[in-house]
């Protein structure tokens, strides 16, 4: 799935129930993170690429 897709999905969700304050930030936050990688990269590349910088960190 595109990360743009998946920050489409998310704002649909948000708009269609009725969330806390902390839920709708936490949303809110997601997205904005979200939007700032590739829109048209996709997850499981993304994925991979946390992945990797996870587990073997530059020092």
Request: charged residues 30%.
């Amino acid at each position: 799935m595109k990360l743009g897709e998946i920050v489409e999905i998310l704002i649909n969700i948000r708009d269609e129930y009725n969330f806390s304050r902390k839920q709708d930030a936490a949303v809110c936050a997601a997205c904005n993170i979200l939007a700032e990688l590739p829109n048209m990269a996709e997850d499981s590349d993304i994925k991979a690429a946390l992945d990797r910088l996870c587990h073997n960190p530059r020092r």
